[in-house]
């Protein structure tokens, strides 16, 4: 067994601290890896605070992680000691259903579903009566070591520093899925509904793919920081600018992070174009279905991406030179940062440096 020191959340109501448990030595097909960077999503608040209903405690969050290979199973192909490695949302899924089999292992079929790398499968044992992976629960980045099967490691491109990869990992597949899946090309008009840590990300994209962008946020601060990273930017509000938008994009993404009216959006959509969801993952308001059926639209959602595409993407923003925008923490201010994501504070991202989990340790 391998001691560890994380940080965790022990109630829906209690604050992230340091939470120290084993993990097992690596299997035959599993590495080790040293945690260097590790990104802050919101959804590790969303699950930290239970708000999804499926939290369990103890919660060590963290799913948008680079690190260094320590060890390796003997069994090991893909990955060296000394490779510098990612790992994303998920560390594991039944690998035999029709998704798994078509390289979707994000959409696994299993009763479980596929395993999350923190809070244990996506469907637990107490709503389906079983577990195929035996474990009820995992522990994700905020810690200083992992251990995971290869096929579920990605390699960081030598181009991306580690600690701009880390939130490439989820913000970065979570867009470019979508993006790519409903055939995004140069010359596409493509709108982007809000400018957080995946909105941004998701222009930044979609640009480097040859496509117009256009952001709508809800604050005019917003505005001028869309216009410092290239975009075009309106307000959600903005009657008159939606009106003069209307039946004018091939595609639109929301990356909002809950609950949100998205009919005035619909209205934007060229007849045959998709707006698809990604950032609220709960019932939303009604849609009037005049607008989507009077033009073929489409709503849509997409989540994470697979395996393949996560590579994929890791290396088209390294390709392309692009990245998220990153504010470095030490481990020992994840609660103010917390307060701060809550609060539409943060430009854009957070990203750990776990060197600071050393002081936790006396190293």
Same mark, same amino acid.
């Given at each position: $067994?391998?001691?560890?020191?994380? !940080?965790?959340?022990?109630?829906?109501?209690?604050?992230?601290?340091? !939470?120290?448990?084993?993990?097992?030595?690596a299997k035959a097909h599993e590495v080790e890896i040293e945690v260097l960077y590790c990104g802050v999503c919101h959804s590790d608040i969303h699950q930290v605070k239970?708000?999804?209903?499926?939290?369990?405690?103890?919660?060590?969050? @963290?799913?948008?992680?680079? #690190?260094?290979?320590?060890?390796?199973?003997?069994?090991?192909?893909?990955?060296?000691?000394?490779?510098?490695? #990612?790992?994303?949302?998920?560390? %594991?899924?039944?690998?035999?259903?029709?998704?798994?089999? =078509?390289?979707?292992?994000?959409?696994?079929?299993?009763?479980?579903?596929?395993?999350?790398? !923190?809070?244990?499968?996506?469907?637990?044992?107490?709503?389906?009566?079983?577990?195929? !992976?035996?474990? %009820?629960?995992?522990?994700?980045?905020? =810690?200083? $070591?992992?251990?995971?099967?290869?096929?579920?490691?990605?390699?960081?491109?030598?181009?991306?520093?580690?600690?701009?990869?880390?939130?490439?990992?989820?913000? @970065?597949?979570?867009?470019?899925?979508?993006?790519?899946?409903?055939?995004?090309?140069? #010359?596409?008009?493509?709108?982007?509904?809000?400018? &957080?840590?995946?909105?941004?990300?998701?222009?930044?994209?979609?640009?480097?793919?040859?496509?117009?962008?256009?952001?709508?946020?809800?604050?005019?601060?917003?505005?001028?920081?869309?216009?410092?990273?290239?975009? %075009?930017?309106?307000?959600?509000?903005?009657?008159?600018?939606?009106?003069?938008?209307?039946?004018?994009?091939?595609?639109?993404?929301?990356?909002?992070?809950?609950?949100?009216?998205?009919?005035?959006?619909?209205?934007?959509?060229?007849?045959?174009a998709a707006l698809v969801l990604v950032g609220a993952l709960e019932p939303m308001a009604p849609v009037d279905n005049m607008q989507v059926a009077f033009k073929r639209?489409?709503?849509?959602?997409?989540?994470? #991406?697979?395996?393949?595409?996560?590579?994929?993407?890791?290396?088209?923003?390294?390709?392309?030179?692009? &990245?998220?925008?990153?504010?470095i923490i030490r481990m020992q201010d994840i609660n103010d940062a917390y307060n701060k994501v809550e609060k539409g504070d943060v430009r854009f991202r957070y990203v750990?440096?776990?060197?600071?989990?050393?002081?936790?340790?006396?190293?």
């Amino acid at each position: $067994m391998i001691k560890v020191t994380g !940080y965790a959340a022990k109630h829906s109501f209690s604050r992230l601290k340091k !939470y120290e448990f084993e993990r097992e030595d690596a299997k035959a097909h599993e590495v080790e890896i040293e945690v260097l960077y590790c990104g802050v999503c919101h959804s590790d608040i969303h699950q930290v605070k239970n708000e999804w209903h499926n939290t369990v405690y103890p919660c060590v969050p @963290g799913h948008e992680i680079v #690190g260094r290979v320590t060890k390796v199973g003997p069994a090991v192909r893909k990955h060296a000691v000394g490779d510098l490695v #990612g790992v994303g949302c998920m560390i %594991d899924s039944c690998g035999q259903c029709e998704a798994c089999a =078509s390289g979707d292992q994000n959409y696994c079929m299993a009763p479980n579903s596929w395993l999350a790398t !923190y809070n244990g499968p996506m469907q637990p044992k107490s709503k389906v009566g079983e577990n195929i !992976y035996g474990r %009820d629960n995992t522990f994700g980045g905020y =810690s200083n $070591m992992l251990v995971v099967k290869e096929d579920f490691v990605l390699k960081i491109p030598a181009q991306l520093k580690p600690e701009v990869a880390a939130p490439i990992l989820c913000a @970065g597949v979570t867009t470019y899925s979508p993006l790519k899946h409903w055939g995004v090309k140069a #010359g596409d008009k493509v709108g982007i509904i809000g400018m &957080g840590g995946l909105g941004h990300m998701a222009a930044k994209i979609a640009k480097a793919m040859g496509a117009e962008v256009t952001m709508f946020t809800r604050t005019r601060e917003k505005i001028e920081e869309a216009n410092k990273l290239g975009f %075009d930017a309106v307000i959600e509000d903005d009657k008159q600018a939606l009106k003069d938008l209307e039946a004018s994009f091939d595609f639109m993404l929301s990356t909002v992070p809950e609950k949100h009216d998205i009919n005035n959006y619909v209205q934007l959509l060229k007849r045959n174009a998709a707006l698809v969801l990604v950032g609220a993952l709960e019932p939303m308001a009604p849609v009037d279905n005049m607008q989507v059926a009077f033009k073929r639209r489409t709503v849509a959602g997409s989540l994470i #991406g697979n395996l393949a595409e996560t590579q994929e993407v890791l290396d088209f923003c390294a390709e392309h030179n692009i &990245g998220p925008e990153i504010e470095i923490i030490r481990m020992q201010d994840i609660n103010d940062a917390y307060n701060k994501v809550e609060k539409g504070d943060v430009r854009f991202r957070y990203v750990i440096d776990m060197a600071s989990l050393k002081e936790e340790m006396g190293e």
